[in-house]
């Protein structure tokens, strides 16, 4: 079936690091990816989206490339900062059986410290 | 500006209660959706609704019941709490298309004891 596999978390990192979240995926047909981020006490927003194979979506600094070929949707920012800590979630969406089928992956912890 | 409103943010409830957990959204969105999220397992999807009057079950949809008498509400019930309910609870709307994002509200940490 479809799913979301996100390695897993807590990632801890330094002020200025660099990021990398893995993120793969498993669908049929063709769907759209996105980057959720959750910080505390708060919902889920959108940070970023891709809708087709080779796109690249960005915002904030962080950046993902949707590759069709290995499946992938990785999440990177070239230098964090501690606002940036947070839950991450990579997800997809596609159009199955008349609706909206949005599909998460485990979500991914990141603590950025100063 | 309001977006998608959850109400309450915070309920502790016995085990046996029921509650309605409500949700809002002023965007106009035909698809409307209730999903949990527990450590570890992401957020999984209860129940969805694709437009007033159309209801339908998501991945763990036993033990709540969810109605759409307007585009504007969707709320969820539960009706006979359990402490395997214990959860955070997300309403979540969005447009028609796969393409176009989720608007989430603030969640609903909800514990049955």
């Known amino acids: 079936g479809d799913s979301v596999t996100q390695m897993e978390g807590p990632v801890t990192l330094s002020e200025e690091a660099f990021l990398t979240i893995n993120c793969t995926y498993t669908a049929t047909g063709y769907p759209s990816l996105f980057w959720y981020v959750q910080y505390p006490g708060e919902g889920l927003q959108l940070l970023l989206k891709a809708t087709k194979a080779d796109d690249k979506g960005s915002n904030k600094g962080f950046e993902a490339t949707y590759r069709k070929e290995t499946t992938s949707f990785h999440l990177e920012k070239g230098s964090v900062q501690v606002s940036d800590s947070a839950v991450y979630f990579c997800a997809l969406s596609l159009l199955s059986g008349g609706y909206n089928k949005l599909i998460f992956g485990a979500g991914t912890r990141l603590a950025v410290h100063p | ?113």
């Open chain 2, 1 to 113: 500006n309001a977006g998608v409103t959850q109400t309450p943010k915070f309920q502790v409830l016995k085990t046996g209660q029921s509650m309605t957990l409500q949700c809002a959204q002023d965007m106009n969105h035909e698809y409307m959706s209730w999903y949990r999220q527990d450590p570890g397992m992401g957020l999984r999807l209860i129940h969805y609704s694709v437009g007033a009057g159309i209801t339908d079950q998501g991945e763990v949809p036993n033990g709540y019941n969810v109605s759409r008498s307007t585009t504007e509400d969707f709320p969820l019930r539960l009706l006979s709490a359990a402490p395997s309910q214990t959860s955070v609870y997300f309403c979540a709307s969005s447009s028609w298309t796969g393409n176009t994002e989720a608007f989430f509200g603030q969640g609903t940490r909800l514990t049955v004891v």
